[in-house]
Each structure stands twice: as structure tokens, then as C-alpha cells.
């Protein structure tokens, strides 16, 4: 029998507003541990949350993103369960009236574009972070840094129309691309500011009942929730196809082994006895405030890729590779302000300058080449001032010098040589000292040309103009 | 003179004619408790050495020719379950014997910008859960007017402080009538705010869409003094409201001339005592007298009240009292793994009936009982809520009973939790409606006092205080203080 997958993912993202969900302390990442902390947050007996105003307009931002209904009246709730890492042995959560319901994105797999829905989008406070004397199961004890306790978060959940392992990680570039440029959230996965819970069942082609479902957990980067479903998958078709029955459950990913294990049983599901939160008051969201929101969202990716692809030519490829984040969109919308030719600064931020950010674990926000410097010296290729080739070895000193390529080319004596006169006695030069090159020619040998361009460069210290070399050595050689 | 036998206004006029020091005053009530306390235990902690130091800032503070606030220099109590900063703050509850807050709630701070002396922490029914101080973790307070009696709870310390001279006032927290109760049994006023008009910051929850703070004291002035000094709005606390604060004492004497009072049928409950409902009859007449109207209503879904405030307190108790699970702070028992050591902190730390509530709360919010119980007690909780406002279209105030009986016997109802609930059936609807509610003194039965109470719409305290004082001026009872069998 043939299968059809169904994936539906559960994004946590940590808000990167100043201050916690319900009290004032920082939300600032690392610390000396339990320094970020009050009464509020350690959940002591009397205290009561206030909501940071933060946290609701960087949620309702959020909806407007992911074209969410913006909910008139919603309300928060507490979700009790028993954990040493949240304090007051609840967690303050959205249940039945979330800020965001109803919205969707549009994702870009093998060149086609798919909607994805989006079911909610809830505001809900972080726990604190336990460390282990030794592993989980053996350790003889355990300490709780509460620096993270009460860092907003936002949940979003999809809808089950994800069908591959591929559309989840896209979907979560989308997400994370969306969210960087409303500037809502730092999505660093390995800080934990963005994390994501995956559930997945098969069903018979077909079929439109959904099959029973399995929930990954412990995933941490996209590449790993793409890896953890396409396992998960395979586990799944072979247990099918062999008549077994999936067991409702939620599985952790192990990255090194590059498998999922059974963690608990989901059929002995917790009963967190949510009810409405007593200690604050359900939120009342003004219509205008949401378009005031509105109105000073920044352009959003899609809309950006379209733009760049309708004003500037670029391939629907080139432009979702520059758009993926707005530092990048940014750095390209600075390049072509400053002259750039729209499809060289692609090819030179797709090419160079991305491959010694990477080199460099860089983001493109501390990149040490101002675009204003990048521009100048694409222009100065345009011109034919220097060769592409010369450019390369320009932007490397730009990038480690810091100087503008004006100033480089001026000093290393790098600009092009196209002067006619001067070239034609260097071939002239060459050809007289190369006749078996020559004779190689003349006997058809096209290839020869080669070394003696070579010839020409190495005596030019790569600085001769490559067309106008090519050009007069075959005047000389034909004799035209 | 025994000054710890006057009202805070008049400590007040003597502070600020000189004719007494805060020091002195502040002795006068050291002293009395240090003979009364013994017998009646109104005290889970006494801040001796804070209070005098306090009083001595008054004085310098008057001596420097400066005003002072109405409570500046007077010494009063804070029920147990009200942070204060440095200073244990129990709930009377084994789990938090040791816990000493690292913060003040609201209400303590507010009380220290206005100069007041604070002489200690009173007891309470664990965590305020009870209704006679019974359930206290540590000891029982004692009736100052029969000290074989209850003085009511929860807030049972605050009310027998007042009453026996160990404080000028008091706070307590009312949830279902813990403040109006006591101020029943001990003969004194009480008063239970508008929900969200005393910020609840730092009052430690027992049912949070139902607790109010709210004061003692043993005249109507006073307690209109003491509600001016702790009202208003607070940011910390979400649920407070913003609406200014009065000063609730300027119009006490507007008397009750045309004011139509609401007479509650179901408040009189089959099985009252019936010299308490003669003395309130009585009371309702006198008012008349005065020049009130009389207007009988009925109020359908009080007979639903007990309930749905068992179903909505318990089940925001279960929640509240989640945190005390022996990690981060409170009592730690023993265990091998993390399951056990929370099992065995709560079972260690939580009395009984905390430990009964907290099973019934958890119950009622259970997956597949949640409709049943809390949603229907939600609902019913808003018809209750309709039947006050309907009736206050009609008329300015209810009266009815503080509770159907007098003060009972210590042990009398302990081991029937049932017959123990039924002593806050006239008070728990008023939490639920989140109206305001005093209770003052209108007579006795056989030696015990009655408490009567007024009801009014929300935010309606300057007016209740105005009934109040109209009543109390036409009689002596605030003038009577218990006479101590033990002591006096």
C-alpha cells in the first residue's frame, strides 16, 4: 500500500523584547545563573503577573505576518503540571482564546509554491532551564537556573497540510525568515530561541482520516527535523506495511545516531486542567491599534522577492536566496542603492560575500565590507577599470583591510591594462619568444592560445584586460 | 488611662495634641498583649522592636511639628498571609513556617508610608482556608468574648487582636466571609472591599478571583480610615480597579433618611439561631426608624452559592498552591527521586483540610469533570452576580446576617467540614459578586455578639460606611470592649 505523510509542526520562539513576560527582569541570553530573577518570576507565594504590552503587540505583529485573524477578545490561562523548572508548578498559557487564529504562509518547494496553514498563534511565558548532576535518569541531583523563566515565547501551530520532510524545513526557513524580518525574535536555534515539536502520521493514499499520529521532540536545528521526519517516515511506512499499528506517542530525536526513540506514551496523556488565569485580565485588542501595527509592519520576504524579481530581473532563486534574511535583503537594497548593477551585486553577495561570511561564522550585519565599498567596486568592473578576476583578489583585501577598492587598486597597481599600443608589443613579445606555441597554432592546435594568453598575464601580473588580450593575440597570430 | 482601649481617631487627636506619645500608645498595646496573648493567641509573630522604633519616628515626626497621617504612630496587626519584607510570613501553614519574603506586598507598604506601627502577624486558618482558626498549622485563636470559642476565620487572629485590645485594627482577607466572620464572632466592624479595590500584591493566594483585603477595627471611623490608607489602584496587581479613593470618613454622618434598604429572603436561612435573626430584625427596624425604606427581594441563586464557591475557590486553590512543592522554597521532605520529594513536602507541609481542598479543586478542573463542575460553577457564578445586580437596581443596600449562629465552641464543628462551610452561607455570594460587604456589631446573644451585615453594588464602600456609622451612633457596642475572663 502506498502512503501519504502528514506533518504538522508546533514552533516555540522566544520574543526578543527587553524585559519578561510578567515582570521586569531582562530576557538578555546567558547571565550568571539565577541573576535575571524577582519575586515574580520565582513564582513566590503573593506575587501576580502584570503583562508586558511588548509581548501582545510583538504577538499581534506576528499574526499580521503569518495573516492570522487578530482576535478582538482573548484571554490567558494556566496549563498545570508538575516540573522542578516551572516555579509555580504551572505555566501561564493561551488555551481557547488565543491573540492569532486562522493565518497562512506560502512556501517554495522544487519551485513551486504551497500554502501552508497556520492554525494559532498563542503567547505563553517560558520555564527555567534544569542542569543535571550526570544524565536525566541517573543523575543524583539536579540545579534550576531560572534566568529563562518567564521569557516570552509565542507557540505557532500549523496545520497538518505539510506533506514531505523537505516542505517542514521549508516551512521552518519561512517561519524563521518572517519572523527575523518583523524583528520579533533572534530565532537562533542553538540559543533555544526558536525550537520545534513535529507531528507526523501516515495514511493510505487517499484515506482522508488522519492516521495516528507521533510527536518528535528535541530537534534543534532544521536540517535535524528534516532528518528526524524522513526517519520517522520510514519507521512508519515499515511498521504499516507490515500490518503493525502506530502507538500514539512523542519521540526524541537522537542527532548523533540519527534515530528517534520512544519517550513517553501519549495514550496516558498529562491532564493539565487548564482553566482561565485568574490574576489577569482578558485582553481586549483594539481594531485601530492592530492597524496602526499593520501599517508599520516592514515589507515582508514574499513581498520583497516579488519586488526584486519584477524590478531587477532576478531569477525567482537568486532573489528567495537574498531575501531568506532581512540583514541580506538589506545589505542588496544598500548595494544597489549605491549604483550596484542589480544582477553583478547578486552574484557578488550570493558568491563572495557569503562565502566569507560562512568562512568566518559571520553575519552579514557585522560584515567588514560596507555595501557602499562592495558598489564602488563593481562599478569599477562595469568600467573596466579592473577585471573580475583582479576583483577577487581586491575584495579579499577589502575584507581584511578594511579600505575602499579605489585605495587598493591604487596601491597594488591593479588597475586593468587596455591600453591597445602597450598590449600589442607584449603579445608582439610573446609570440617572438613562443614559436612552438605558434607553429602549434598554425597547425590548428586552437588550445595553444592558451599559454600564450598565460604568458601574457604572467607578464602583466594578471593586470592585462582578458578580452582585449584574446582579441589582438588572434589579430597577430591570423595576420588580420 | 488604658490606651489601648480607644479608637485610632482618638489615639490620633491625643498624638496630635501631644497629649500622648506613639511610644506610649505603642507600649500600652505591647503590654496588653503580652498578658492577653497568652490565653487568647492572636500571634504567629510580633514585631515588638519594629513598632516601638516605628512609633519613634512618629514622634520625632510630630515633634518637628510635621502632619501626620490618621494611622501614623497607631499599632495594628496584618493578618499572616500578607509579605512583609524580612518578616516570616507563615499563612499559618507548616510549608511556610520558615519562609521570610524578600518583598512587601501593597497593602505593607502602603501602611509604612502612612507611619502606621505594625505590632504583628496575626493567625489564620491555614493558607485562610476555614472558618475558625482551627486550621491553623501551628494553634488555635480564642473568642476574647468566651475564650472556650472560636473567633471565626480565617482571619480569626486579626479579629480577636482587635477585639482584645491587642491592636487598634487589623487587615484580613476575606474569600468567602474570612473577614466579616471573625468580625461577627468578636464584635467588632469588619469590611470586605470591592474585588480589586485593595490590591492583592503580596497577599498570598488562596482563591485569587475571589480574595480581597480588607480592615478591622472597632469603630465604623476607623475602618473607614484604615480602607482610605490601603485602597487604590496598583500596577503590580492586574485586577485592581481604577477608580480614586475616597476619604470614606468626610460624609459618615449623612444619615439613612430615604435610603431603601434590601431585605434578602434567602439569607435567612432555616436553621438560624433565632436570637441572631430577632437581633437583626430588630437592627433592620431601628434603620427603619431612622428613616430607611424597607424593600423585601428575593435573590433565586443564593441557595447555589456554597457550592459554586466550592467548585471556583478549591480549584483556583489547587492551582495557587501548586508552587509549594519543596523546590525552590517552604518545607522540603525527604525523598529518593523528585515524585516522592514533592509528595512527601505537600503531605508534610499542607494540614488536612488545605490537602481536602486541594483534591476537590483538582477534581472539578479534571479532564472530563471540567464541564460538569467549574464551567457550570462559572455560570452559575454569573447568575449569582445577576441577581445582585437586579436587586440593586431597586434598592441602595442589603442587610442580612454576618453568619446564621454565634461564635460556636472550639472543636464544636472541626471534625464536620460540612456543618463548618455552612457558617459563611450568608457572606461567600458577596465574593462572588465581587460586591463590597461590612459587618459591624448589632447586639448580642446570649453574651456573644451578632454581626450584621451590609451589602452594597460595587464600589459602594462610602456608602455602606455611611449605614454603618448610622447604626453604630445609635448604639453603644463599639463602646464595649470583651472583657477577658482570664485577664480583665
Not at chain 2, 446576617?401 to 455570594?429: H, N, Q, R, S, W
Request: hydrophobic share 40%; glycine share 8%; aromatic share 8%.
Amino acid at each position: 500500500m502506498q502512503f501519504e505523510t502528514v506533518i504538522g509542526l508546533e514552533v516555540h520562539t522566544e520574543l526578543k523584547t527587553a524585559s519578561k513576560i510578567f515582570c521586569g527582569c531582562t530576557t538578555e541570553f546567558g547571565g550568571e545563573q539565577n541573576t535575571h530573577v524577582c519575586p515574580v518570576c520565582l513564582g513566590l507565594p503573593g506575587v501576580l503577573p502584570v503583562l508586558n504590552e511588548k509581548v501582545l503587540e510583538f504577538a499581534v505583529r506576528t499574526g499580521i505576518a503569518l495573516n492570522c485573524k487578530i482576535s478582538p477578545y482573548s484571554k490567558f490561562d494556566r496549563k498545570n503540571y508538575y516540573y522542578p523548572d516551572l516555579p509555580k508548578n504551572f505555566q501561564t498559557s493561551q488555551y481557547d482564546l488565543p491573540i492569532c487564529e486562522g493565518g497562512y504562509l506560502d512556501i517554495e518547494v522544487n519551485g513551486e509554491t504551497k500554502r501552508i496553514g497556520i492554525t494559532r498563534v498563542h503567547m505563553e511565558e517560558d520555564a527555567g532551564k534544569l542542569i543535571h548532576a550526570g544524565t536525566i535518569s541517573n543523575s543524583e541531583y539536579a540545579l534550576v537556573d531560572y534566568n529563562r523563566t518567564g521569557v516570552p515565547l509565542l507557540e505557532i501551530v500549523s496545520e497538518p497540510d505539510i506533506r514531505t520532510p523537505e516542505e517542514a524545513k521549508a516551512y521552518l526557513e519561512k517561519i524563521k525568515s518572517i519572523l527575523s524580518y518583523i524583528d520579533v525574535s533572534d530565532c537562533k536555534m542553538e540559543e533555544g530561541s526558536l525550537r520545534c515539536d513535529a507531528n507526523i502520521s501516515l495514511r493510505p493514499i487517499g484515506q482522508e482520516k488522519l492516521g495516528t499520529k507521533a510527536e518528535i521532540k528535541n530537534v534543534n536545528s532544521f536540517k535535524a527535523v528534516q532528518r528526524a521526519l524522513e526517519y520517522e517516515q520510514e519507521r512508519q511506512d515499515e511498521v504499516l506495511s507490515e500490518g503493525g499499528r502506530i502507538i500514539q506517542e512523542t519521540r526524541t530525536w537522537d542527532d548523533s545516531r540519527g534515530v528517534t526513540l520512544s519517550m513517553r506514551n501519549k495514550e496516558q496523556a498529562q491532564d493539565y486542567r487548564y482553566f482561565p488565569e485568574p490574576d489577569l485580565v482578558p485582553i481586549i485588542v483594539d481594531p485601530s491599534w492592530v492597524e496602526t501595527i499593520r501599517r508599520a509592519l516592514p515589507e515582508l520576504p514574499e513581498a520583497r522577492k516579488q519586488r526584486i524579481m519584477k524590478n531587477h530581473g532576478l531569477s525567482p532563486y537568486d532573489a528567495d536566496v537574498i531575501t531568506a534574511s532581512r540583514p541580506m535583503a538589506d545589505y542588496y537594497d544598500a548595494l544597489l542603492a549605491a549604483g550596484a548593477e542589480a544582477k553583478a551585486a547578486a552574484n557578488w553577495l550570493m558568491g563572495e560575500v557569503s562565502k566569507h561570511l560562512n568562512a568566518c561564522s559571520l553575519d552579514i550585519r557585522s560584515c567588514p565590507v560596507p555595501p557602499a565599498n562592495l558598489a564602488e567596486m563593481i562599478a569599477l568592473i562595469e568600467k573596466g577599470t579592473i577585471s573580475g578576476k583582479i576583483a577577487k583578489s581586491v575584495f579579499e583585501s577589502m575584507w581584511t583591510e578594511g579600505k575602499a577598492a579605489g585605495v587598493i587598486i591604487k596601491e597594488q597597481g591593479l588597475v586593468q591594462m587596455s591600453d591597445e599600443g602597450e598590449l600589442g608589443s607584449i603579445v608582439e613579445a610573446v609570440i617572438a619568444a613562443s614559436p612552438q606555441s605558434v607553429a602549434d597554432f598554425n597547425a590548428g592546435k586552437e588550445k595553444a592560445i592558451g599559454f600564450l594568453v598565460g604568458q601574457i598575464m604572467r607578464q602583466t601580473k594578471g593586470r592585462a584586460n582578458p578580452e582585449l588580450v584574446n582579441r589582438i593575440l588572434k589579430e597577430k597570430l591570423t595576420g588580420k | 488611662m488604658d490606651l489601648f482601649r480607644l479608637k485610632a481617631h482618638e489615639l490620633h487627636e491625643k498624638l496630635t495634641r501631644r497629649e500622648v506619645s506613639a511610644v506610649e500608645i505603642t507600649q500600652s498595646v505591647l503590654a496588653r498583649t503580652d498578658k492577653t496573648d497568652t490565653v487568647i493567641r492572636s500571634f504567629i509573630t510580633r514585631t515588638q522592636d519594629a513598632a516601638l522604633a516605628k512609633a519613634k519616628t512618629v514622634d520625632e515626626k510630630i515633634a518637628r511639628g510635621e502632619a501626620v497621617s490618621p494611622l501614623a504612630g497607631i499599632p495594628g496587626a496584618l493578618k499572616d498571609n500578607m509579605c512583609t519584607n524580612g518578616v516570616k510570613t507563615t499563612c499559618a501553614s507548616k510549608m511556610l513556617a520558615n519562609f521570610i519574603p524578600p518583598y512587601d506586598a501593597t497593602v505593607t507598604e502602603k501602611l509604612a508610608a502612612a507611619d502606621a506601627v505594625i505590632v504583628g502577624k496575626t493567625n489564620l486558618d491555614e493558607f485562610a482556608m476555614g472558618s475558625s482558626t482551627e486550621n491553623s498549622g501551628f494553634f488555635t485563636t480564642r473568642n476574647p468574648w468566651d475564650t472556650d470559642r472560636v473567633p471565626g476565620g480565617s482571619s480569626g487572629g486579626s479579629g480577636a487582636a482587635v477585639a482584645a485590645g491587642e491592636a487598634i485594627w487589623s487587615l484580613g482577607s476575606d474569600t468567602g466571609g474570612s473577614i466579616r466572620l471573625p468580625a461577627a464572632y468578636c464584635g467588632i466592624v469588619g469590611l470586605k472591599p470591592t474585588y480589586g479595590r485593595v490590591s492583592r500584591y503580596g497577599l498570598v493566594a488562596y482563591a485569587s478571583s475571589l480574595d480581597q483585603i480588607g480592615p478591622f477595627a472597632r469603630d465604623v471611623r476607623d475602618c473607614a480610615t484604615v480602607l482610605g490608607a490601603i485602597g487604590g489602584y496598583d500596577r503590580r496587581d492586574s485586577t485592581s480597579i481604577h477608580s480614586p479613593v475616597l476619604d470614606y470618613t468626610k460624609n459618615l454622618g449623612v444619615g439613612v433618611k430615604g435610603l431603601k434598604i434590601g431585605l434578602p429572603r434567602e439569607y435567612f436561612v432555616a436553621g438560624m439561631q433565632p436570637d441572631v435573626e430577632s437581633s437583626i430584625r430588630r437592627s433592620i427596624d431601628e434603620l427603619v426608624a431612622m428613616g430607611a425604606e424597607l424593600v423585601e427581594v428575593s435573590m433565586p441563586n443564593t441557595q447555589y452559592a456554597l457550592a459554586t464557591y466550592y467548585l471556583i475557590a478549591t480549584a483556583e486553590a489547587s492551582s495557587n498552591l501548586g508552587r509549594y512543592d519543596g523546590v525552590g522554597f517552604g518545607h522540603r521532605g525527604e525523598g529518593n527521586d523528585i515524585v516522592s520529594m514533592y509528595k512527601r513536602s505537600r503531605a508534610e507541609g499542607f494540614g488536612p483540610e488545605v490537602q481536602r481542598r486541594i483534591m476537590l479543586g483538582t477534581y472539578a478542573l479534571s479532564s472530563g469533570y471540567y464541564d460538569a463542575y467549574y464551567l457550570k460553577a462559572l455560570k452559575v457564578r454569573t447568575l449569582i452576580k445577576q441577581d445582585f445586580d437586579r436587586v440593586f437596581e431597586k434598592v441602595d443596600v442589603l442587610i442580612a446576617p454576618t453568619a446564621p449562629t454565634t461564635a460556636f465552641k472550639v472543636g464544636e464543628k472541626i471534625e464536620d467540614p460540612l456543618a463548618m462551610y455552612l457558617m459563611d452561607v450568608c457572606t461567600i455570594p458577596i465574593n462572588l459578586a465581587g460586591v463590597p460587604a461590612l459587618s459591624l456589631p448589632c447586639g448580642f446573644a446570649d453574651g456573644l455578639p451578632v454581626g450584621m451585615q451590609i451589602i452594597g453594588p460595587h464600589l459602594s464602600e462610602e456608602k455602606i460606611l455611611q449605614v454603618a456609622y448610622t447604626f453604630e451612633q445609635a448604639h453603644d457596642y463599639h463602646k464595649q470592649m470583651a472583657p477577658i475572663r482570664e485577664v480583665d
